[in-house]
């Protein structure tokens, strides 16, 4: 997983969900869904979009991008919802890899600052408390 972000980030200059899936011509839309539905990755024809709930915050979208990009660098021939259950734990194994997948680009290159807790750290990454827990 570590090599896949790191050749992925070296090659699109950037840790922004956003700009690798563009870069790896992966559609990104928008839509509304029924409360706890954040997104999902999906192929269609041989394309491959990410959809993301609309009223989610910025912060939020980036996350969910960044997950659904791990579904298709990580799950490759499998569509994934991601629904959330009020927790992040007890997660299934393939919806736990893409939360780590996301985590780790949303920290990549960025450096902890010398006495940044590791909360104050994921923070200023842009990654929510939801998923301060994980085990990576």
């Known amino acids: 997983m570590d090599d896949i972000i790191h050749k992925l980030v070296r090659r699109f200059k950037t840790n922004d969900p956003f700009v ?12 509304e869904f ?11 024809l041989r394309r491959r979009f ?3 709930h609309n009223g ?7 996350v969910v991008c960044a ?11 499998m569509s ?5 259950e009020h927790t992040f734990f007890n997660l299934g194994k393939y919806e736990r890899q893409a939360n780590i997948f996301a985590v780790k680009l949303l920290t990549h290159s960025i450096e902890r600052q010398s006495g940044e807790t590791r ?3 994921l923070l200023r990454c842009g990654v929510p408390k939801q998923l301060h827990n994980l085990e990576m």
């Open 50 to 52: 990410i959809v993301i």
């Open 119 to 121: 909360e104050a750290y």
């Open 20 to 31: 690798i899936a563009k870069g790896l011509n992966i559609l990104v839309r928008h839509a």
């Open 67 to 77: 997950h659904e990009l791990g579904h298709d660098r990580l799950h490759s021939g």
């Open 56 to 62: 989610l915050s910025e912060e939020w979208q980036r």
């Open 80 to 84: 994934q919802f991601w629904i959330d």
């Open 34 to 44: 029924d409360p706890g539905t954040r997104g999902f990755y999906y192929k269609r």
